[in-house]
Nanobody, 129 residues
Framework: QVQLVESGGGLVQAGGSLRLSCAAS????????MGWFRQAPGKEREFVAG????????YYADGVKGRFTISRDNAKNTVDLQMNSLKPEDTAVYYC??????????????????????WGQGTQVTVSS
C-alpha cells in the first residue's frame, strides 16, 4: 500500500493562490490514480480533483473548474494541486487520496470516498475574506 503525506496548506487572502503537494512512498506510485478531496467543518468530505495513472486525464468538481489544477510527477512520486483565485468557501482540510482504479465506473462514482483506497492525514487551507 502507498503512504501519502500532504504539505503546502496555510492561510491566504481571498483571490490568492496556494499549491498543495502530496508525496507518496511505498508501492509503485504510477500504479495509482490520485485525487484531492476536502472537508470543511460540519460538512462531508467532497471530491475536488482527480488524475489518472499517467496524468492523461484530469477531473474537477464543478466549483473548482478553471481555478484549480491537478498534476503529477511520477518520477518524483508527487501529486500537486495548484489553487488560484481562492474563495473563503474553499476553506477546508484538504486530503490526498490514492486508488487502483477509482474511475472504472465513471467520474461520478470516482467522486465517492469509497472509490479510493488510501488517504493522507490532511492539510489545512484557510481563505480569509
Amino acid at each position: 500500500q502507498v503512504q501519502l503525506v500532504e504539505s503546502g496548506g496555510g492561510l491566504v487572502q481571498a483571490g490568492g493562490s496556494l499549491r498543495l503537494s502530496c508525496a507518496a512512498s511505498g508501492r509503485t506510485f504510477s500504479n495509482y490514480c490520485m485525487g484531492w478531496f476536502r472537508q470543511a467543518p460540519g460538512k462531508e468530505r467532497e471530491f475536488v480533483a482527480g488524475i489518472t495513472w499517467n496524468g492523461g486525464n484530469t477531473y474537477y468538481a464543478d466549483g473548482v473548474k478553471g481555478r484549480f489544477t491537478i498534476s503529477r510527477d511520477n518520477a518524483k512520486n508527487t501529486v500537486d494541486l495548484q489553487m488560484n483565485s481562492l474563495k473563503p468557501e474553499d476553506t477546508a482540510v484538504y486530503y490526498c487520496a490514492a486508488g487502483d482504479n477509482p474511475f472504472r465506473l465513471g467520474v461520478r462514482t470516482a467522486q465517492a470516498i469509497r472509490s479510493w483506497d488510501t488517504w493522507g492525514q490532511g492539510t489545512q487551507v484557510t481563505v480569509s475574506s
